[in-house]
């Protein structure tokens, strides 16, 4: 059974390009969850997918945007980059109410 | 808004010393506290949820109990292999989906 699978694993993008992400979620799981983690702290909540559609958002600007997909998969789409933007990007999948399972996620390098 | 605070901010411990961490939270009606193990480079994996307080869980050589404030993560008699960034997240009675989450404990464990 995989779990959940990011893509690619490790990028490297200047400022002002743009970066789009891949999440396959875990096998039976509906719901995906992008969360973004700086070095040395906690992941923060970007936005949540639930029947293709931006269940719920947090503090991130309109630069990040995502997809999610009628197989459950799920993108996501940052437009011109900053270098603050350079983070672990985690992809976590869930039922409606159940636990996140994290993929290994995908490091951003913003030069 | 959903808080959480984790304590220490590192550990060291020989192996076989046991110890607590400790994850400090304010929310607007516990749906769930949520403990998570984090190797370096990786995503996080989860451990235990915890609902309501009194309750506790064990897996192995960790056991997660709850109260209405906080929640502790206690290790008995660790190994080396315990070594990693413990994360304790909640997801709160006004959030679909989204957990916040602590900044996490480093815990290395000696032989």
């Known amino acids: 059974d995989a779990g959940v699978t990011q893509s690619p694993t490790h990028l490297i993008k200047t400022r002002g390009q743009q970066v789009t992400l891949r999440c396959s979620p875990k096998?039976?799981?509906?719901?995906v969850s992008w969360y973004q983690q700086a070095l040395g702290q906690g992941p923060q909540f970007i936005f949540q997918?639930?029947?293709?559609?931006?269940?719920q958002r947090g503090n991130f600007p309109d630069r990040f945007s995502g997809h999610q997909f009628p197989n459950y998969s799920s993108e996501l789409n940052v437009n011109a980059l900053l270098l603050g933007d350079s983070a672990l990007y985690l992809c976590?999948?869930?039922?409606?109410?159940?636990?996140?399972?994290f993929g290994e996620g995908s490091r951003l390098t913003v030069l | 808004e959903d808080q959480v605070t984790q304590s220490p901010e590192a550990l060291r411990l020989q192996e076989g010393e046991s110890s607590s961490l400790n994850c400090s939270y304010t929310v607007s009606g516990l749906r769930g506290l949520f403990w998570y193990r984090q190797d370096p480079g990786k995503g996080p994996e989860f451990l235990f949820t915890l609902y309501s307080a009194g309750e506790e869980k064990e897996k192995e050589r960790l056991k997660a109990t709850l109260t209405k404030k906080e929640s502790f993560l206690h290790i008995t008699a660790p190994k080396p292999e315990d070594s990693a960034t413990y994360l304790c997240a909640v997801h709160g009675g006004t959030s679909y989906g989204k957990l916040t989450f602590g900044q996490g404990t480093i815990l290395t464990v000696h032989p």
């Open positions: 976590a999948s869930s039922l409606v109410t159940g636990e996140l399972f």
């Open positions: 096998s039976g799981h509906d719901t």
């Open positions: 997918y639930y029947e293709e559609e931006e269940r």
